[in-house]
């Protein structure tokens, strides 16, 4: 979707940083590593934000710093020539327990009833397989729809200083809650899109 379109101004950012890392021989690993425990915190900070509103707060910066570390691991190891297919695999896997951490916490903590949280986890998931899936058909990693994972942690980070701002619900949910709602339902959506252009792509 959007933000990952802005992938070249974010990579102004980033590869700053990599370098950094770089040059002070940082393993690609040990960052994805870190990614997964601030993925870990987050969903347990937005689990306790059920009875501590102020823990949305730490959520959202911690989600953030999964992004950011996310981001780097890949650009650390084409930059120190350690990309590897382990390494992709590692990331790979990463990336979903990341996923399960973050929107289990949210649901966990009641800001949504829990059967719409797992429609939206079951989207999230399936959405992801659908991308490595294309790539496992030599059609390239795809990164299509309308809610791609990039979009989902914008619309999760913004969603929790939004919701620390102003915790109060509107119209049944909380502002978490109803991000829970949209990234369910364009989850799935998503999906849909990229069903169908692998689909396409394999008829072709």
Not at 59 to 71: H, K, P, Y
Not at 168 to 194: E, M, N
């Amino acid at each position: 979707m959007t933000f990952d379109a802005l992938r070249p101004l974010a990579s102004k950012v980033i590869e700053p940083m990599a370098k950094s890392f770089v040059r002070n021989k940082i393993s690609p690993n040990a960052l994805s590593l870190v990614s997964l425990l601030c993925a870990f915190l987050a969903g347990l900070c937005f689990f306790y934000s059920g009875s501590i509103p102020e823990f949305t707060l730490f959520a959202g910066i911690f989600v953030v710093l999964n992004s950011v570390l996310d981001a780097l691991d890949g650009e650390v190891a084409r930059m120190s020539r350690k990309a590897s297919l382990k390494g992709d695999f590692l990331d790979h896997i990463i990336d979903r327990y990341a996923d399960v951490f973050i929107i289990c916490g949210i649901f966990f903590a009641g800001y949504v009833p829990w059967q719409i949280g797992v429609v939206a986890i079951v989207g999230v998931l399936l959405t992801s397989y659908l991308g490595t899936q294309a790539q496992a058909l030599n059609l390239g990693r795809y990164y299509g729809g309308i809610m791609g994972r990039a979009d989902r942690l914008v619309v999760i980070m913004l969603s929790a200083f939004a919701n620390f701002a102003y915790p109060a619900k509107i119209a049944s949910f909380s502002i978490l809650g109803w991000a829970i709602l949209l990234i369910a339902f364009t989850s799935h959506i998503t999906a849909l899109q990229r069903i169908f252009y692998i689909w396409n792509q394999l008829e072709e």
